[in-house]
C-alpha cells in the first residue's frame, strides 16, 4: 500500500513492484522503500518536518487518507461505532426534554368546542398527540412531494391515531365526541385544495355558536364585509376602551356597533341571507364526505400492536414518514407527565 499527495490531495495506490531500495528526502516528498508515505506541505506541517511512517498498515493508511480531504484540510470521519455512540446519546437528550405542543383552536366554531370538551381532564400527553396529529395529518399545508393519494392515506393514518386515544384513554360520551370532532376535522382536510405553488388550504366556516340554529350567523364578518372601514374603526373603539377600561367609551361603542347592524339589515339584507346560503351548502359538503379508508382490522389494545399493524398494512406513505410519524406518535404517548 502507498500514500501519495499530490499538493493537497491524497490518493491511495497498490504499489506490486517496489524495485528500488534507495531513501530519497527532500523539500517536497518523502519516498520510502516498500510501502511508503508522500505527504504535502499541510500534512508536514502536522506531522513534523520529513516525518516519515514506515511499514504503514493497511488500516493505518485508509485512516491517514480519510484525514486529508478537501484541499488537505483535517477532516475527521467518526467511525460507525462512534457514530452509533452518538447517535444514541442525542436519542437519549430528546427523549429527556417534555415538548409540549401549543392548543389548536379549529375554526368552526362547534367543532373546535366539542374537541375542547372532549379533551377536558385528559393528559398533556393525549393532548399533545391529538393536537399534533391534527396539525401534521389533517391540516398540513405543505406536503412536500407526497401524491394526492398518500396525502389521503395520511388523513387515513390520523383517524386511525385518533380512534387509538378514543379507545385506550377516553370513555363513553367522551370518547364518541372526540371522535366525532376528530372525524370532522378530517373530513376539512379531505377536501383541502393545493395552490400553484403545492400548498394546501382548508376552507372551514366559522359557523354559529354552540347550541345556535344554522342560521344564526357571524355578523360581524358581514360586517367587515359591507362597512370595512366603520367596521374597523368600531373595533379599533372598542378595543381601546376595554383596555383603559373606559365602560363610557366601551358602551357607545357597542351602540355604534349595533347600528351599524340595523343598517346592514336594512340595507344590505342580501348578504345575511348569502351567508346563511353559502353555510348550508358547505355544511352539506362535509356532512357527504368519505374520510379514506386506507387501514383496516388494526389491533388497537396495545402501542406496540397497533403501530405493528400500520406497518404491516401501509401501501401508500413512504416508510420514512410512517416511521418518523409513529415514533412521534409513541414518544408523546409514553413519555413521563410534564
Same mark, same amino acid.
Given at each position: $500500500? ?18 528500488? /531500495?534507495?531513501? !530519497? ?17 499541510? +500534512? ?10 514506515? !511499514?504503514?498498515?493497511?488500516? $493505518? ?35 429527556? @426534554?417534555? /415538548?409540549?405542543?401549543?392548543?389548536? @383552536?379549529?375554526? /368552526?366554531? *362547534? ?29 398540513? %399545508?405543505?406536503?412536500?412531494? $407526497?401524491?394526492?393519494? *398518500?396525502?389521503? &392515506? ?18 363513553? *360520551?367522551?370518547?364518541?365526541?372526540? $371522535?366525532?370532532?376528530?372525524?370532522? @376535522? +378530517?373530513?376539512? &382536510? ?39 372601514? !366603520?367596521?374597523?374603526?368600531?373595533? +379599533?373603539? %372598542?378595543?381601546?376602551?376595554? !383596555? ?7 358602551? +357607545? ?15 344590505? =339584507?342580501?348578504?345575511? =341571507? ?19 379508508? /386506507? ?17 404491516? &398494512? ?13 415514533? =412521534?406518535? *409513541? ?8
Amino acid at each position: $500500500m502507498r500514500v501519495t499527495s499530490h499538493t493537497n490531495v491524497v490518493t491511495l495506490y497498490q504499489s506490486m513492484n517496489v524495485t528500488s /531500495h534507495a531513501k !530519497e528526502t527532500n523539500g517536497s516528498s518523502i519516498t520510502e522503500n516498500n510501502d511508503a508515505v508522500t505527504i504535502g506541505q499541510e +500534512a508536514r506541517d502536522l506531522f513534523g518536518e520529513q516525518s516519515q511512517l514506515k !511499514e504503514v498498515p493497511e488500516e $493505518m493508511a485508509q485512516i491517514i487518507a480519510s484525514l486529508f480531504t478537501n484541499g488537505g484540510k483535517l477532516d475527521y470521519v467518526e467511525s460507525e461505532k462512534e457514530l452509533a455512540i452518538r447517535a444514541e446519546k442525542q436519542a437519549e437528550f430528546e427523549a429527556s @426534554i417534555h /415538548h409540549k405542543v401549543g392548543t389548536l @383552536i379549529i375554526p /368552526h366554531i *362547534q367543532t373546535n368546542s366539542k374537541l375542547q370538551d372532549s379533551l377536558e381532564g385528559a393528559s398533556q400527553q393525549v393532548r399533545d398527540a391529538t393536537f399534533t396529529t391534527i396539525s401534521k395529518n389533517f391540516l398540513l %399545508r405543505d406536503v412536500g412531494d $407526497m401524491t394526492e393519494e *398518500q396525502r389521503q &392515506a395520511m388523513i387515513s393514518l390520523g383517524i386511525e391515531k385518533a380512534q387509538y386515544i378514543a379507545d385506550n384513554y377516553l370513555n363513553g *360520551q367522551q370518547a364518541r365526541d372526540y $371522535m366525532e370532532a376528530m372525524t370532522t @376535522i +378530517a373530513k376539512f &382536510a379531505v377536501n383541502g385544495v393545493k395552490d400553484e405553488n403545492g400548498k394546501y388550504s382548508f376552507a372551514i366556516e366559522k359557523g354559529p355558536l354552540n347550541s345556535a340554529p344554522d342560521d344564526n350567523v357571524n355578523m360581524s364578518e358581514i360586517l367587515k364585509e359591507a362597512y370595512p372601514e !366603520e367596521w374597523e374603526g368600531n373595533r +379599533a373603539k %372598542r378595543q381601546a376602551a376595554l !383596555e383603559s377600561k373606559d365602560y363610557d367609551a366601551l358602551i +357607545a361603542a357597542f351602540k355604534e356597533y349595533d347600528d351599524l347592524l340595523k343598517n346592514v339589515f336594512k340595507n344590505q =339584507q342580501h348578504l345575511v =341571507q348569502q351567508k346563511i346560503s353559502n353555510y348550508s351548502e358547505w355544511k352539506k359538503m362535509i356532512e357527504n364526505t368519505t374520510v379514506p379508508n /386506507h387501514f383496516s382490522n388494526l389491533d388497537k389494545t396495545s402501542l406496540s400492536n397497533f403501530i405493528e399493524n400500520i406497518k404491516t &398494512a401501509n401501501t401508500s406513505l413512504s416508510n420514512a414518514f410512517l416511521e418518523d410519524d409513529l415514533k =412521534q406518535f *409513541q414518544n408523546f404517548l409514553t413519555r413521563n407527565s410534564i
